[in-house]
């Protein structure tokens, strides 16, 4: 018998998930249904799920990143590297930030909405200006760093202790490398057995959701939730595909089909860096991209590469901005206050951590900077979840297409697992 793959299999748990959730969301009032023991079941699932995959993030992002960086041999071809990452992630944030730009001028959301701003303000963090931002990336403490989920922290920490390993030398050096290699190898066995609960944890988070909103949360707001649809959309299905197409000559649907598991993941769990255990598996086992690549390219995606979040920034400031206008007329953007929030939008996907909600909170620092009134993240606060949701997915296809992109460049794709087109 055929072996039913595993996005099938997720994509099932989906289905059953919503349609349970839309069930109980109907047979309880909106007030109790959290009390139900049916969804403190879902909830309880989704939990242990989502604790499994957040425990081993940090010592997964660890250790992989340093063996990724030892895989690489020397400094020299490391700096390489880097570099060729760095400047593609920054490269498809910004097209994402135009394909964001192009669709909110010509859909318009927030022209003629009559929406009242809700006086009540969300109870929420309010993030640091710019330079704190950037100053917090170091941590002054690693191990709070870890214990807070501060990946990036950590990150900055192992690309330090990596880049000091590959200068010892001797017996040192071998112990050190076999020790790291083995604690990676461990750590890709626990991934493997998380994975095969996929299923069943993502059904209990779509049921969970929708046990909790129903369906029909966003029709006051359709227009934007469309426009952030669509932009995600050209994005994932048109420009990164063309991308990968361009430079690698391989069928970036196909790549993606074998990533999907791992999107569907991002996509239930609103989080890149918790879905990054599954990604790594996907890049390396689904689509034959070499392990030192994609364990020092896709850590690094998963926290600064977010193509999804800084599309959705620059899509709901000009919404609020549009929708501002409307309300007082006098408000008017700047050429360079425009220029200003793509900048920002680029930083803020930059900085924002791969958690749930992480863009909306730091969407504050862009209204701040251009005179916009934060109380229009409440209005948007409403339907983020399921916007959230669409974007991780976006933020990890982009990650998963970059590192396909700088693996093939570097000779580092085993053709034998999905491209080797006379095995198959
Ligand atoms: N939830 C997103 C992620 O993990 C970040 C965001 O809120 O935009 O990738």
Same mark, same amino acid.
């Given at each position: 018998?055929?072996?039913?793959?595993?996005?099938?299999?997720?994509?099932?748990?989906?289905s059953?998930?919503?349609?349970?959730?839309?069930?109980?969301?109907?047979?309880?009032?909106?007030?109790?249904v959290?009390?139900?023991?049916?969804?403190?079941?879902?909830?309880?699932?989704?939990?242990?799920?989502?604790?499994?995959?957040?425990?081993?993030?940090?010592?997964?992002?660890?250790?992989?990143?340093?063996? #990724?960086?030892?895989?690489?041999?020397?400094?020299?071809?490391?700096?390489?590297?880097?570099?060729?990452?760095?400047?593609?992630?920054?490269?498809?944030?910004?097209?994402?930030?135009?394909?964001?730009?192009?669709?909110?001028?010509?859909?318009?959301?927030?022209?003629?909405?009559?929406?009242?701003?809700?006086?009540?303000?969300?109870?929420?963090?309010?993030?640091?200006? &710019?330079?704190?931002?950037?100053?917090?990336?170091?941590?002054e403490?690693?191990?709070?760093?870890?214990a807070?989920?501060?990946?990036?922290?950590?990150?900055?920490?192992?690309?330090?202790?990596?880049?000091?390993?590959?200068?010892?030398? #001797?017996?040192?050096?071998?112990?050190?490398?076999?020790?790291?290699?083995?604690?990676?190898?461990?750590?890709?066995?626990?991934?493997?057995?998380?994975?095969?609960?996929?299923?069943?944890?993502?059904?209990?988070?779509?049921a969970?959701?929708?046990?909790?909103?129903?369906?029909?949360?966003?029709?006051?707001?359709?227009?934007?939730?469309?426009?952030?649809?669509?932009?995600?959309?050209?994005?994932?299905?048109i420009?990164?595909?063309?991308?990968?197409?361009?430079?690698?000559?391989?069928?970036?649907?196909?790549?993606?089909?074998?990533? %999907?598991?791992?999107?569907?993941?991002?996509?239930?769990?609103? %989080?890149?860096?918790?879905?990054?255990?599954?990604?790594?598996?996907?890049?390396?086992?689904?689509?034959?991209?070499?392990?030192r690549?994609?364990? &020092?390219?896709?850590?690094?995606?998963?926290?600064?590469?977010?193509?999804?979040?800084?599309?959705?920034?620059?899509?709901?400031?000009?919404?609020?901005?549009q929708?501002?206008?409307?309300?007082?007329?006098?408000?008017?953007?700047?050429?360079?206050?425009?220029?200003?929030?793509? &900048?920002?939008?680029?930083?803020?996907?930059?900085?924002?951590?791969?958690?749930?909600?992480?863009?909306?909170?730091?969407m504050?620092?862009?209204?701040?900077?251009?005179?916009?009134?934060?109380?229009?993240?409440?209005?948007i606060?409403?339907?983020?979840?399921?916007?959230?949701?669409?974007?991780?997915?976006?933020?990890?296809?982009?990650?998963?297409?970059?590192?396909?992109?700088?693996?093939?460049?570097?000779?580092?794709?085993?053709?034998?697992?999905?491209?080797?087109?006379?095995?198959?």
């Amino acid at each position: 018998m055929k072996r039913i793959k595993l996005h099938w299999w997720i994509i099932l748990g989906m289905s059953i998930g919503a349609a349970l959730g839309t069930l109980v969301h109907s047979a309880y009032p909106a007030d109790i249904v959290e009390t139900t023991a049916i969804y403190q079941a879902f909830k309880g699932i989704s939990v242990i799920f989502l604790n499994l995959l957040k425990m081993i993030v940090i010592p997964l992002v660890f250790f992989s990143l340093i063996s #990724g960086m030892l895989g690489m041999g020397t400094l020299a071809r490391l700096g390489r590297i880097g570099v060729r990452t760095f400047l593609l992630y920054i490269t498809t944030s910004l097209l994402a930030i135009i394909t964001g730009l192009v669709l909110v001028n010509s859909i318009r959301p927030g022209v003629g909405l009559d929406v009242a701003i809700p006086v009540e303000v969300v109870a929420r963090e309010v993030p640091g200006s &710019f330079w704190d931002v950037i100053a917090n990336m170091i941590p002054e403490n690693v191990v709070r760093a870890a214990a807070e989920f501060d990946l990036f922290g950590v990150i900055v920490f192992a690309l330090l202790f990596g880049g000091f390993m590959l200068a010892l030398e #001797g017996e040192k050096k071998k112990t050190m490398v076999s020790f790291v290699e083995g604690a990676f190898d461990v750590m890709m066995r626990m991934t493997g057995f998380i994975i095969a609960l996929a299923p069943v944890g993502i059904a209990a988070l779509i049921a969970r959701l929708v046990s909790s909103t129903g369906l029909n949360v966003f029709l006051d707001l359709k227009w934007y939730v469309v426009t952030v649809f669509s932009a995600l959309g050209v994005h994932l299905l048109i420009t990164l595909p063309l991308l990968v197409f361009l430079v690698t000559r391989r069928n970036p649907y196909r790549f993606l089909r074998a990533m %999907s598991p791992a999107l569907l993941t991002g996509f239930s769990t609103a %989080s890149s860096s918790g879905t990054l255990p599954i990604t790594l598996e996907r890049a390396e086992h689904g689509a034959g991209i070499s392990n030192r690549v994609a364990s &020092f390219v896709l850590p690094l995606g998963a926290t600064i590469n977010m193509d999804g979040t800084a599309l959705y920034e620059i899509v709901s400031v000009l919404f609020i901005a549009q929708l501002h206008a409307g309300i007082d007329p006098s408000f008017t953007l700047s050429f360079g206050q425009q220029l200003m929030i793509v &900048f920002l939008g680029l930083a803020v996907s930059i900085g924002a951590a791969g958690i749930p909600h992480a863009g909306l909170v730091m969407m504050v620092i862009i209204l701040q900077a251009v005179g916009l009134p934060m109380e229009y993240t409440a209005l948007i606060w409403a339907v983020d979840r399921v916007l959230d949701m669409c974007r991780t997915a976006v933020n990890i296809a982009s990650d998963s297409c970059i590192t396909l992109i700088v693996a093939h460049t570097e000779g580092q794709v085993d053709e034998s697992v999905l491209w080797d087109r006379s095995a198959a």
